[in-house]
């Protein structure tokens, strides 16, 4: 009789409000990480002007490889460190991808895009590994176009522009089989 009534103390009804409150908002902020808008699968990715730091200005468009496209972000103070940090772990393979020709990486960081802000977020050790893929744009307009709440994402985008592959982080695995099946 005493466990049920601890139980009964234990939830009452300003208990349970507050687990409701809380539930919800981890919820939330869960669907609001999980970019429930980005385009799908089988979507036409949307075209983007672009400019490498060396000046090299091209649209997205113009690539005629399939296209990996990195959403990253660099700005992780609470927002999403964990998602950086399992990018950058992935990123020796997605340039080895790049390097080999079998699709392009671009890499379109957070924030400022005058290219001496990008430098300056460049010469962190921590980011030199996105050297010489890394764009400037409009990301304001391509997080928008792109359908995104928050970053980073990526997309791996075939060489009719359809996205064939979209993921919070990628897998190396499932990236590396899609563009072994489309060649």
Partial sequence: MRCCERLRKLINRKSTIVFVMVAV?????????????????????????????????LNLYDI??????VFFNTNTFLS????TQ???KNMPYLKSIDKINKARLIIITDGDQRKAII??????????ILENNVYSSNNKQAQTEYGLSIWPHFFLIDSNKQIIYAAKVPSV???DGILDRSQ
């Avoid at 430098?119 to 030199?128: I, T, W």
């Fill in 86 to 88: 399992l990018f950058l």
């Fill in 173 to 175: 695995e499932i990236v």
């Fill in 119 to 128: 430098r300056e977020k460049l010469s962190d050790s921590r980011y030199k």
């Fill in 80 to 83: 999403g460190g964990m998602y």
């Fill in 64 to 69: 005629k490889k399939p296209v990996m496209l």
């Fill in 25 to 57: 908002s981890f919820f939330s902020l869960f669907h609001y990480r999980s970019n429930p808008k980005a385009l799908k699968i089988g979507a036409t990715a949307p075209d983007i002007a672009l400019e490498s730091m060396d000046g090299e200005k």
